[in-house]
T-cell receptor
């Protein structure tokens, strides 16, 4: 059973538009939710993260929205730029185990 | 050097070769991980070391053998690999587990492995 489901698999957005990537999780024991950005040929890099006691976290053009009751969280990229074109992974972590469970990834293409 | 480094960045090996991948973290973390990333597939966790002790082994074939001599270094020894083992192998580190943990994993750039 996949514990973290990510959608869409791929996304194409025009420059200046809003990119939205969604993740849903099953286990309510998860208590930390990071997002990673990966460019081709590079390792994933931590982008932004949120704890379930917060409904929204914003860092620059990147915002995480968190819905604890629905067990869903999403990444919003405002004013998307071609340089944002990458693969994005959501993850969910058990604090006690320190183990990350990753979504399958979303390939974002921002067209100029 | 900062963050997590991996060597080599690219490796081509035959099925009968023996090679090793190296990972070094400069973040003072106490947990290290090996992941396999194949094209169009999710990240696959292979091994987890916490305080130099292997705490997880996700049914990885024995042709992959990890080694963690100290909290800063992690190796993945490879022998008699198969073509389907060709992938990007990623190392990551984190501040372990427990209340004081930072939880996020920091990844190295990966080793692109091709098995011929």
């Amino acid at each position: 059973q996949q514990q973290v489901k990510q959608s869409p698999q791929s996304l194409i957005v025009q420059k200046g538009g809003i990119s939205i990537i969604n993740c849903a999780y099953e286990n309510t024991a998860f208590d930390y939710f990071p997002w990673y950005q990966q460019f081709p040929g590079k390792g994933p890099a931590l982008l932004i993260a949120i704890r379930p006691d917060v409904s929204e976290k914003k860092e620059g053009r990147f915002t995480i929205s968190f819905n604890k009751s629905a067990k869903q969280f999403s990444l919003h990229i405002m004013d998307s730029q071609p340089g944002d074109s990458a693969t994005y992974f959501c993850a969910a972590i058990f604090s006690n185990a320190g183990k990350s469970t990753f979504g399958d990834g979303t390939t974002l293409t921002v067209k100029p | 050097e900062t963050g997590v480094t991996q060597t080599p960045r690219h490796l081509v090996m035959g099925m009968t070769n023996k090679k090793s991948l190296k990972c070094e973290q400069h973040l003072g973390h106490n947990a290290m991980y090996w992941y396999k990333q194949s094209a169009k597939k999710p990240l696959e966790l292979m091994f987890v070391y916490s305080l130099e002790e292997r705490v997880e082994n996700n049914s990885v074939p024995s042709r992959f053998s990890p080694e963690c001599p100290n909290s800063s270094h992690l190796f993945l020894h490879l022998h008699t690999l198969q073509p389907e083992d060709s992938a990007l192998y990623l190392c990551a580190s984190s501040q372990g587990s427990g209340v004081a943990s930072s939880y996020e994993q920091y990844f190295g750039p990966g080793t692109r492995l091709t098995v011929t």
